[in-house]
């Protein structure tokens, strides 16, 4: 009887050990579990940060709107015309950290001949916003040479006129990381001599 029971002790505490070891397997490949879900989760978060948050993108500069303030032309030897705008441009910015840039100049064309500037004071777009200013021009055609096609535009009453210009400047992003980025602008517009407007304003 003492041997059957010694036995059967002897077994209970070996399945006792036994279980405990499996539990203790069990607990441990849990964390093992939670360890390698921990590390995916973080490599996620790092990886969709790095995709978005710490993709700087250049930011978009573009013509919005063009009023005409005052504007007069002739055809006759010489052809010439005078032309005051108020240009509302915007600064588009889609990165999470805010675009500071500094001045600069828009510069407007006919036919390839500068007409006309207007400047872009230095200022901020916010992160993920738009940021608009009014800046005004004065074209004339005081540099156009008289055998250029002013005469038969300004006899039909358009006048194609472009502009580009270049925006630099930094983002900065939790005033810790700064990135030069820059914004380009190239339009093309029409202006209405006829109903002294500016029309199919195109940017790019």
Request: aromatic letters at 6%; one cysteine or more.
């Amino acid at each position: 009887m003492a041997d059957q029971s010694y036995q059967q002790k002897k077994t209970e505490m070996e399945s006792a050990a036994e279980v405990s070891k499996q539990l203790k397997r069990k607990k441990r490949m849990k964390w093992i579990v939670y360890a390698l879900a921990f590390a995916i989760f973080q490599t996620i978060v790092i990886l969709v940060f790095s995709l978005t948050v710490m993709r700087f993108k250049n930011p978009k500069f573009r013509v919005h709107s063009i009023t005409v303030q005052d504007l007069t032309a002739s055809a006759p030897n010489p052809p010439s015309f005078s032309i005051k705008l108020n240009a509302q441009v915007a600064v588009k910015n889609t990165n999470f950290g805010h675009f500071k840039f500094q001045n600069t100049t828009i510069s407007f064309d006919y036919g390839g001949v500068g007409v006309g500037d207007a400047l872009v004071a230095k200022g901020r777009s916010k992160a993920r916003s738009t940021k608009k200013m009014n800046v005004a021009v004065e074209l004339n055609s005081s540099n156009i040479p008289n055998n250029s096609s002013l005469q038969s535009d300004i006899e039909s009453g358009l006048l194609a006129v472009n502009c580009h210009s270049k925006l630099s400047g930094k983002v900065q992003l939790m005033k810790l990381i700064k990135k030069k980025k820059s914004a380009e602008m190239r339009c093309a517009m029409i202006v209405n001599l006829v109903t002294r407007n500016v029309q199919d304003i195109k940017c790019r």
